[in-house]
Nanobody, 127 residues
Framework: QVQLVESGGGLVQTGGSLRLSCVAS????????MGWFRQAPGKEREFVAV????????YHTNSVKGRFTISRDNVKNTVYLQLSSLKPEDTAVYYC????????????????????WGQGTQVTVSS
């Protein structure tokens, strides 16, 4: 079992920045690829970014490339999502998720591949 707790969300103006954190507890953090997803009101949950177990491989969805950056600290059992140049369309609840993986460098973009989820943190971008 892995427990995930997100933090760092809030209200920010267009063009602003936030850093989301997700702290994991339970099993060995480095056994898991970690992803961030988001869900806006009335929309389905969508993939945002993923980082491999080792932290050396990352992938960001096109709409956030160059603005968001995923990273992890396997000593602190934490995954981060740096959000910059925020737009109103980034408004959503952001979730982190953990995928138990045998592979150090693999990453996963489907929410159905993930084993554990946090409760989410709200990000609101005002225009």
């Amino acid at each position: 079992q892995v427990q995930l707790v997100e933090s760092g969300g809030g209200l920010v103006q267009t063009g602003g920045s936030l850093r989301l954190s997700c702290v994991a507890s339970g099993n060995t953090f480095s056994n898991y690829a970690m992803g961030w997803f988001r869900q806006a009101p009335g929309k389905e949950r969508e993939f945002v970014a993923v980082i491999s177990r080792s932290g050396t491989t990352t992938y960001h969805t096109n709409s956030v490339k160059g603005r968001f950056t995923i990273s992890r600290d396997n000593v602190k059992n934490t995954v981060y999502l740096q959000l910059s140049s925020l737009k109103p369309e980034d408004t959503a609840v952001y979730y982190c998720a953990a995928k138990n993986s045998h592979y150090l460098y693999s990453w996963y973009t489907s929410q159905y591949e993930y084993d554990y989820w946090g409760q989410g943190t709200q990000v609101t971008v005002s225009s």
